[in-house]
């Protein structure tokens, strides 16, 4: 018995439908670049498009990382008390 029936068969467990799996893979697919990008005539695989969309996540949360230690770093050579350094406080906030 495969796992999606297994998991169909729980109490409480609501079940989503082939075709809501399908929009949805079609709404991460219209939101990462990198497939995006790519030309409309090309099928992409709903296993690629979820690999890209944790690609994408992961980047971002990188970039985050590299905004907040820029911030910071540009904070700890900012006077604390002028405007520039209350900005800057409240983008890391």
């Not at 990382?65 to 409240?90: G, V």
């Amino acid at each position: 018995m495969s796992s999606r029936r297994s998991r169909s068969r729980q109490p409480g467990v609501s079940r989503i439908s082939d075709d809501q799996i399908a929009d949805l893979v079609s709404k991460l697919q219209q939101l990462i670049p990198e497939i995006r990008n790519r030309r409309s005539d090309k099928q992409v695989s709903a296993s690629k498009v979820l690999q890209e969309t944790c690609n994408y996540i992961r980047n971002l949360h990188r970039e985050v990382d590299d905004l907040s230690d820029r911030l910071s770093a540009l904070l700890a050579s900012t006077d604390t008390d002028s405007d520039q350094a209350a900005i800057i406080r409240s983008l890391l906030m």
